[in-house]
């Protein structure tokens, strides 16, 4: 690992991103700026990187778990959430949901995934995980939408980060599949015709009695 660092500010907190680790982006910030969690909930964040939801979570979460397939971002996350005084959080290396006995649920879970089309080559350092997605972008994206309503509570939310490129109808329809209605609830336009797009999803009405 190269354990070099840069300092990353959000407001009145800082995160030291070691470079194995993916650095805050517009996704982050954009994911950061529309980030609503109540005193009362349990956070799941996936895809934790350097720890900047979790560590924003934290500051109101009854309790939150940063989960990264990246051993560095869990080390690097640890340090920013000490770095900012922040307790709370529970680090977890690993495979998406697949550390989770089949009884745990969340109130919210967080997800900004690696959504971007992709070679197989991408995929083969850490920094190329972070963001790249295979041939179509929703390598990582589908797996999430398959599992997630198997770990949320009844009148729990997801919030997901991807992009235009990576079809935003088709992961609404694949939420749906799952017996989850999904909108967009804030997006921000890049350069070059990509937009950057948080789609919320919830229980539909007919599946919480
Ligand atoms: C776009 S980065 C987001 C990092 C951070 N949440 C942020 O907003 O800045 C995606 C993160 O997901 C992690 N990741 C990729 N595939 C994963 C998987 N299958 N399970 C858990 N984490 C994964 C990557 O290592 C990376 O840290």
Redesign the pocket.
């Known amino acids: 690992m190269n354990c070099s660092t840069k300092r990353v500010h959000f407001g009145s907190l800082f995160f030291d991103v070691y470079s194995d ?5 517009e ?3 954009l ?2 700026d529309n980030l609503d969690v109540r005193s009362d909930e349990k956070v799941l ?10 560590v924003l979570a934290a500051q109101k979460a009854q309790s939150v778990v940063a ?4 051993p560095y ?1 869990i080390r690097c996350a640890k340090q920013n959430a000490k770095l900012n005084g922040v307790s709370g959080i529970s680090f977890v290396q ?3 949901f ?1 550390f989770l006995k089949t009884n745990v649920f969340f109130d919210l879970i ?6 971007l089309p992709s070679e197989d080559n991408e995929m083969s350092s ?2 190329g ?3 790249a997605g295979g041939a179509n972008g929703r390598e ?1 994206v589908d ?2 939408i398959s599992k997630v309503a198997l770990h949320l509570k009844k009148n729990g939310r997801v919030l997901l ?1 991807q992009s235009t490129l990576t079809g935003v109808n088709e992961t609404i329809l694949a939420f749906n599949r799952q017996g989850l209605n999904a909108s967009v609830i804030a997006n921000r336009n890049l350069p070059f015709f990509e937009t950057l797009t948080l789609i919320e999803a919830k229980a539909k009405p007919e599946n919480l009695h």
């Open positions: 680790v993916y650095e805050p982006a996704d982050s910030f994911f950061a964040d996936l895809g934790t990187g350097c720890g900047i939801l979790s989960v990264d397939l990246n971002a690993g495979d998406l697949t967080l997800f900004n995934a690696p959504y850490w920094i995980r972070a963001w990582v797996r999430f980060m």
